[in-house]
């Protein structure tokens, strides 16, 4: 009895002993932070992102992850991890903005806690939760509904309490490597041009016939409308066309490997810009820091790539051509306008003229930016008060395209206070969906466009307010941005992505909704990196932005391009679905689970298809649902990736075998046969 008595203490004193040894505690900043996805900047290990002690309503945390929303941190547990606490709360450092966030954490894809949304000045708020046979938590950061814009968010003193043998590991779920699936161009000729090119009768015309095969080529043509001409050796055709109508022209290509012909329908009427622009714009890349000679760098770029070959062929200046009231650049300072109220360049800048005969001189276009206000976002000279003026300059200068922004309108939208436009932020947004004030200013630059000896395509650059899709055309504008500015992050992508069905059935020949410009190759805004996004993420949004016909400004280093940027790039099937002559929109026809089908009409009768896979999880199925699809019929099912075709599909009695990585995406024409 003794024995046994003794026995039971022994071994329940060696079992507390055991579970006092194993209690221990792992701080959150001990694991690898650096697989977290976020919407700007790094996660910060005992500090906020941008890299100061954390502090959340006054109180500063020594220990803790500083993030940005959206943001995602994903950890395998064991079974063997117990608790989770944390204080959560916006980070002091963005005080005098709005940020809003809201904290979740996800046990096994279920909601097990959330902040409710918090604002900055907000008490840190604490969370304890249980870890019981939880294997995956996912620390989440959300916008708060009123986009990621300052959200610097901080989980504070963010520790686990675990039992021995607790493994935690960090892990981000998106492959990294990237893969080729674009083939290379034969040596034959082959034309890549979209099937329309639109100009107004007696505007000087311009159009490089895009081609791949060996070089040399010799281009001609049948039946250019009188006033054109086409250089054998370029493929670049000029002139100008006098009388209205639709010329039906056939285009050849012929080098010692073969030859080639494609038709091009040339539209002389009021149109213009009647497929989606394609080209390169120096914001997402260079930011404040372009020049001519980059932007003349690029433009040479673009043709040695050889993506002007598949068409591309702008090349757009963004902001900081002009004097920067905000810019320390002393390169930046100078005069703003002449007496005659002229816009004046900066020193980076020496000769508009020059660079746009050589940008012309490359058979490509030129494009430039300004705001309706006082101010660009920037701090730049905005054409507030001189846009007669800025409209002629553009037009004498040889530019082709003009992306019109907001910033500092708001802040002149009643008139200029006091008469000083210094006292006006570059940054005031408000008054952009008013239907009265707020399309004045770009009704007045519209018509002042069209009253030019050229064609000027014009891009709306105000965000989607006021629903600009449904007015954009009355203001004779040919694109409009819908959203917010992109960034190189997954959550801009797939929110930007998700918010454009609602502006598609105005997409038509002449006018497109604009989800902003391409974040692949390297970008940075004037910090040169990487894109973040992996590639199959960057495959999902070249296949979007393909699918919803939206213009492709390409915003990355062109002297910098890698081969794996380049397939994304080069791909002639995937161009042509966003070049369509039809012009239609493509649109979410079904939603299963995180996976989203965009449909698309071709002109040829066939339908473009993107299965896009939202989710964090393979999507494996087979789909037969094409009714929902609206495709009926024996079809063809082409892999327009891999241009090659993969399947003979009945719809009746036949299914679809879809195997697509998270956040990537398979993208199929579908061709009735
Ligand atoms: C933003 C615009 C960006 C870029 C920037 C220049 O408003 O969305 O794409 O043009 O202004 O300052």
Same mark, same amino acid.
């Given at each position: ?44 290990? =005992? ?100 986009? $990621? ?60 016939? $895009? ?13 250019? $409308? ?93 902001? &900081? ?7 320390? #650049? ?55 008060? /001189? ?12 530019? #082709? ?61 105000? /965000? ?16 409009? *941005?819908?959203?917010?500015?992109? !960034?190189? !992050? ?13 502006? &598609? ?25 990487? &894109? ?34 380049? =397939? ?47 989710? *964090? ?32 599909? =009945?719809?009746?009695?036949? =299914? ?18």
């Amino acid at each position: 009895m003794l024995k046994h008595q003794l026995l039971l203490i022994a071994l329940s004193l060696a079992l507390s002993s055991n579970v006092y040894k194993a209690q221990s505690t792992v701080w959150l900043d001990q694991l690898d932070l650096s697989v977290a996805t976020q919407g700007n900047g790094k996660p910060g290990i =005992n500090t906020s992102v941008d890299g100061k002690p954390l502090t959340i309503a006054n109180e500063v945390f020594k220990r803790g992850f500083g993030t940005h929303a959206e943001s995602s941190l994903l950890i395998k547990l064991n079974g063997k991890v117990k608790k989770f606490s944390a204080l959560v709360g916006l980070d002091d450092e963005m005080k005098g903005q709005n940020p809003a966030a809201e904290f979740e954490i996800y046990g096994d894809n279920k909601k097990l806690w959330s902040s409710g949304i918090m604002k900055l000045g907000d008490k840190a708020k604490p969370v304890s939760i249980s870890l019981e046979g939880i294997k995956q938590l996912e620390l989440v950061v959300t916008d708060g509904g009123n986009g $990621p814009y300052y959200d610097h968010a901080d989980w504070a003193d963010a520790k686990f309490e675990t039992s021995d043998g607790a493994k935690l590991i960090t892990f981000n779920p998106i492959a990294s490597e990237p893969y080729i699936l674009t083939p290379k161009p034969a040596p034959a000729p082959k034309i890549n041009s979209a099937g329309v090119f639109g100009a107004r009768p007696g505007s000087p015309f311009l159009f490089r016939i $895009p081609a791949t095969g060996d070089r040399p080529i010799t281009f001609s043509a049948k039946n250019l $409308p009188k006033g054109l001409t086409l250089d054998s050796q370029t493929g670049i055709i000029t002139g100008k066309v006098d009388t209205e109508g639709t010329y039906e022209v056939v285009l050849n290509a012929k080098n010692t490997k073969g030859s080639a012909s494609k038709k091009l329908k040339i539209k002389i009427g009021d149109r213009i810009a009647l497929t989606p622009t394609m080209g390169w714009n120096s914001w997402n890349c260079f930011g404040h820091e372009v020049s001519a000679d980059k932007v003349k760098r690029a433009s040479d770029a673009l043709i040695k790539s050889g993506l002007v070959n598949h068409g591309w062929n702008y090349i757009n200046v963004d902001d &900081s051509w002009q004097f920067n009231r905000d810019g320390k #650049d002393p390169s930046f300072k100078g005069k703003m306008r002449d007496e005659d109220g002229y816009i004046l360049t900066n020193s980076k800048f020496p000769d508009m003229k020059n660079l746009a005969d050589y940008i012309h001189g490359n058979g490509l276009k030129m494009g430039i930016y300004s705001s309706p206000g006082p101010w660009t976002c920037g701090g730049c000279a905005g054409s507030y008060g /001189y846009e007669k003026q800025d409209a002629e300059s553009y037009a004498k200068w040889g530019i #082709d395209y003009i992306k019109y922004d907001w910033c500092s309108y708001g802040g002149v939208i009643d008139g200029l206070p006091d008469n000083d436009p210094n006292k006006v932020s570059s940054l005031a947004f408000n008054g952009g969906g008013d239907l009265d004030k707020g399309v004045k200013p770009f009704k007045l630059m519209g018509n002042l466009l069209k009253q030019q000896p050229r064609d000027i395509v014009y891009n709306l650059c105000q /965000y989607g307010m006021g629903d600009v899709w449904k007015w954009g055309d009355d203001v004779d504008a040919q694109s409009w *941005r819908t959203t917010n500015d992109i !960034t190189d !992050t997954w959550a801009s992508v797939k929110n930007i992505a998700l918010a454009q069905d609602k502006a &598609s059935a105005f997409a038509k020949p002449g006018n497109w909704n604009d989800p902003d410009m391409l974040v692949v190759g390297i970008v940075g805004w004037g910090n040169p990196h990487q &894109s973040r996004l992996k590639p199959d993420e960057q495959y999902l949004h070249i296949s979007l932005w393909s699918i919803f016909s939206a213009p492709l400004l390409i915003g990355c280093d062109l002297e910098k391009l890698d081969d794996f940027t380049l =397939n994304l790039l080069t791909n002639d099937e995937v161009i042509a679905v966003n070049q369509d002559v039809l012009g239609k929109q493509g649109v979410c026809l079904q939603t299963i689970g995180e996976l989203k089908i965009y449909v698309k009409d071709l002109e040829d009768g066939a339908k473009a298809v993107v299965f896009a896979n939202f989710g *964090r999880e393979k999507v494996k199925m087979s789909y037969r649902d094409f009714k929902a699809l609206g495709i009926s019929g024996n079809q063809i099912v082409r892999d327009i990736w891999r241009q090659k075709d993969i399947l003979k599909l =009945n719809t009746v009695k036949g =299914n679809l075998v879809l195997d697509i990585p998270a956040h990537g995406v398979a993208f199929y024409k579908f061709i009735s046969k």
